[in-house]
């Protein structure tokens, strides 16, 4: 179990980038969702052991990650957001020198796990090739070999599908979930589609707290019966988002938007909606709009009482 309590991240300027994060993760794929500037590369790293936070603990297994870095070194395997790759060196060479640096060695030699590793990630077939050639998806599944080295009881990976062709991103959607059969992975990204297809458990963070911490069934639950869809003409679109809460517009034939709402009075659809099945797209923008205005709330309250 990784275990987080009341974590307070502040970088200097003051930036208040985690404002008392609490969770509990067990073994398989927990999603952590956010927007941009949300806080979830902050945490990540927290975690990995590279930042350190201004208080709160982190344990793993009943372990202080904190205060003893070097647990968190044996146990975790992390693929960050901007994985570094020698593109001159094949990807068996370069997996052999991350095997290295990480101090991951065996009986047989680094080769051995290092090809161990490549077939693991389905990567054999490329492993003299130079990376320099390989695909998105291919870097990131080697960047997932060397993640899993020395078989991690934690494993992170930041925004991993980012960029990558559909095909590209199923296939490592599969390894994941195959890898995620008795440790923890720990996956954030701001790719809904990455949590529902992959994630029992998740939690939405957002100006650095905790939003919903759930899974994706109840998430969309909570919500149902409470989404409407409608058509509204693009001209018409600024003025109705101020008056209800919009989760998605899609623009249909370069004049009239399809347009997702969600209402907290169940028999209040906006005139000509329709009630429609919510989906964990809604669910999550519904949990940060709602925190949104939450926080404009206390910002205005603290306001008027200044
Ligand atoms: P996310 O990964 O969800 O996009 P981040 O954790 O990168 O969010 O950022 C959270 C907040 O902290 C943002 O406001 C960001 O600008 C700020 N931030 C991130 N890194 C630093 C840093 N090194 N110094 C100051 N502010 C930072």
């Known amino acids: 179990m990784l275990s987080i309590h009341n974590l307070i991240k502040i970088y200097a300027g003051p930036v208040n980038a985690l404002q008392g994060v609490t ?8 999603g952590l969702l956010g927007p941009n500037g949300a806080g979830k590369s902050t945490l990540m790293n927290t975690v990995a052991g590279l930042l350190e936070p201004t208080s709160g603990s982190i344990t793993l297994d009943g372990a202080d990650i904190v205060k003893d870095p070097r647990i968190v070194r044996r146990q ?3 693929l960050p957001q901007d994985f570094g790759f020698f593109p001159d060196l094949t990807g068996l060479r370069m997996l052999e020198l991350m095997l290295k640096l990480k101090g991951v060695d065996g009986p047989g030699g680094r080769r051995k796990i290092a090809q161990a590793l490549l077939e693991r990630v389905n990567l054999s077939h490329a492993a003299k090739r130079k990376v320099s050639g390989y695909s998105g998806g291919m870097r990131q599944r080697l960047g997932l070999a060397q993640a899993i080295a020395g078989n991690p009881r934690l494993v992170i990976v930041d925004e ?15 390894l994941l979930a195959e890898l995620a059969k008795n440790r923890i992975i ?3 990204t701001h790719i809904v589609e990455d949590v529902a297809t992959l994630c029992p458990r998740m939690a939405v963070i957002q100006g650095g707290r905790v939003v919903a911490d759930t899974t994706p ?10 989404m409407f869809e409608g058509f509204i003409p693009d001209d018409q679109l600024d003025e109705f988002s101020k008056h209800h809460s919009v ?5 249909s034939e370069g004049s009239t938007n399809r347009v997702r709402v969600h209402s907290a009075d169940a028999n209040a659809a906006p ?5 429609s099945l919510a989906t964990l797209e809604d669910a999550y923008l519904v949990a940060i709009l709602t925190s949104r205005s939450a926080q404009l709330a206390a910002i205005n309250s603290t306001g008027a009482a200044a």
């Open 23 to 30: 969770l509990n993760i067990g073994e398989g794929l927990f």
């Open 217 to 226: 069934r109840a998430a969309r639950a909570a919500i149902d019966g409470h």
């Open 271 to 275: 005139a000509g909606f329709a009630s």
């Open 247 to 251: 989760t998605s517009a899609i623009l």
């Open 186 to 188: 720990l996956l954030s």
């Open 76 to 78: 975790l395997g992390y």
């Open 160 to 174: 991993p599908t980012a960029g990558l062709d559909p095909e590209e991103r199923h296939r490592f959607y599969r």
